[in-house]
């Protein structure tokens, strides 16, 4: 017994543990991707084993550099697959993400008009007490969302209102939001976006107003859960005023 575990490479061990956490990781992303779990404590799974994983991928190929200085060829191969192992999820986030999103604030309520913010009155009731408000956040935020997305303002156009809205109608649902509420008389429609890796849900609202020249249309985008966005909020509204104009 003692024999056979000496012969093993100490940096198989540390394959070992990258593969257990691996399945911490998967099982962190279903439990928040399904709602298996509480998101606090499938998220902070998930977290930890991705950092774990980056901490062991630098200690992987610190063993590859020992191993070549020492000559044993038996410590490489289970360091390198362990150095892949820990490097791929952290690569395929950033990917996803893209490198813009990690150098903005950590912020997740966006608008389109800071002064006057369109108010949500249907996704209040599908948020829980333990999800982020819907109240928002004031100067503070605005001045925040100003210095990162100065692009994100108020959409005007030659349109009546009833155009603008039956616009807007149309681009809901050609992104196949789930509607929640469709208020003519106000000009408002407010949807919900599921992502696609983890299942977070954000609440959009799009409010129609009347100005001289036409109309103004006004996004406001809000993630239910997590204190930074990383971008994805304004991205989202910038994909609907890009498709409202292209409408």
């Not at 893209?98 to 903005?104: L, N, S, T, Y």
């Not at 469709?182 to 977070?200: C, S």
Request: aromatic share 8%.
């Amino acid at each position: 017994m003692s024999e056979s575990m000496e012969s093993i490479p100490w940096t198989t061990w540390l394959l070992r543990l990258q593969y257990f956490l691996i399945i911490i990781l998967l099982s962190g992303l279903i439990g928040v991707r399904f709602s298996l779990l509480p998101f606090r404590t499938a998220f902070s799974g998930f977290g930890l084993a991705l950092m774990s994983l980056g901490v062991l991928a630098v200690l992987a190929f610190l063993a590859l550099l020992v191993s070549w200085m020492r000559g044993a060829h038996h410590w490489r191969g289970p360091a390198i697959k362990a150095m892949g192992l820990g490097i791929l999820p952290i690569v395929i986030i950033f990917v996803l993400v893209g490198p813009a999103g990690f150098k903005v604030p950590a912020i997740h309520d966006i608008t389109t008009d800071t002064e006057d913010p369109p108010e949500f009155v249907a996704a209040k009731a599908e948020r829980s007490a333990e999800e982020n408000t819907l109240d928002y956040g004031g100067p503070t935020l605005a001045q925040q969302q100003i210095q990162a997305y100065p692009d994100i303002v108020p959409l005007r156009l030659p349109l009546s209102t009833n155009e603008s809205f039956r616009r807007v109608e149309a681009v809901c649902k050609g992104f196949g939001w789930r509607i929640l509420r469709v208020d003519v008389a106000t000009g408002v429609i407010e949807a919900v976006e599921e992502t696609l890796v983890f299942g977070f849900k954000d609440d959009i609202i799009i409010r129609v107003l009347p100005t001289e020249e036409g109309s103004q249309i006004d996004v406001r985008s809000v993630s239910r859960v997590g204190v930074s966005d990383l971008g994805a909020n304004a991205k989202r509204i910038r994909r609907v005023l890009k498709a409202l104009k292209a409408a």
